[in-house]
């Protein structure tokens, strides 16, 4: 399973709401994940099964979707926040999305 | 709070095989409680999953690339391992270690190992 995210780069100020899309190549119900990694630094899951929040983190990162379509919001980005974000399913194997990079506009 | 170590050699020749050891503290291999994967990251690209192992010895390996892994448990040592051959330079990567409950999304996760292929 494919997955695509978009968009590759999203430039974004602190205080504003942050939209990231993935997009699976079939269904993978809810079995998507969100992670997020800063530079010199393992990935850190934020979500799994594609909308409960991992242990310990903040409330303003939230997900949605189901089947091919799924959506990782932050409402009010912090400094800390920008970062590369992966998707991952665990549908069929694994497979990662090839991230978004958000950045401080 | 189950922390992981990767180690291994920093340098691997081209047709050679790539050898990784994790160890892991916090937790016991051998309790059951997780899943223990190995993943990397290409340089500048996405995470690749490579497979995984569960304290039974049983294993599962990213289709792509299973002719040339294979993982083991030493439960004496706490420790699992990958072992990858053939590889060349495209296998240039990061290889982080990670533990999954049930196998499905990666709580926990080493500082990952730069292994560049190059003769």
């Known amino acids: 399973i494919v997955l695509t995210q978009s968009p590759a780069t999203l430039s974004l100020s602190p205080g504003e709401r942050a939209t990231l899309s993935c997009r699976a190549s079939?269904?993978?119900?809810?079995?998507l994940g969100w992670y997020q990694q800063k530079p010199g630094q393992a990935p850190r899951l934020l979500i799994y099964?594609?909308?409960r929040r991992a242990t310990g983190i903040p409330a303003r990162f939230s997900g949605s979707g189901s089947g091919t379509d799924f959506t990782l919001t932050i409402s009010s980005l912090e400094p800390e926040d920008f970062a590369v974000y992966f998707c991952?399913?665990?549908?069929?194997?694994?497979?990662f999305g090839q991230g978004t990079k958000l950045e401080i506009k | 709070q189950v922390q992981l170590q990767e180690s291994g050699p920093g340098l691997v020749k081209p047709s050679q095989t790539l050898s990784l050891t994790c160890t892991v503290s916090?937790?016991?291999?051998?309790?059951?409680?997780?899943?223990w994967s190995w993943i990397r990251q290409l340089p500048g690209k996405g995470l690749e999953w490579i497979g995984h192992?569960?304290?039974?010895?049983?294993?599962y390996y990213n289709p792509s690339l299973k002719s040339r892994v294979s993982m083991s448990i030493d439960t004496s040592k706490n420790q699992f391992s990958l072992s990858l051959s053939s590889v060349t330079a495209a296998d240039t990567a990061v290889y982080y270690c990670?533990?999954?409950?049930?196998?499905?999304?990666?709580?926990?996760w080493g500082q990952g190992t730069l292994v560049p292929v190059s003769s």
């Open positions: 192992i569960y304290h039974s010895g049983g294993s």
């Open positions: 916090g937790s016991s291999i051998s309790s059951g409680s997780y899943y």
């Open positions: 991952q399913q665990r549908s069929n194997w694994r497979t």
């Open positions: 099964d594609a909308s």
């Open positions: 990670g533990a999954a409950p049930n196998a499905n999304y990666y709580d926990y």
């Open positions: 079939q269904s993978v119900t809810n079995y």
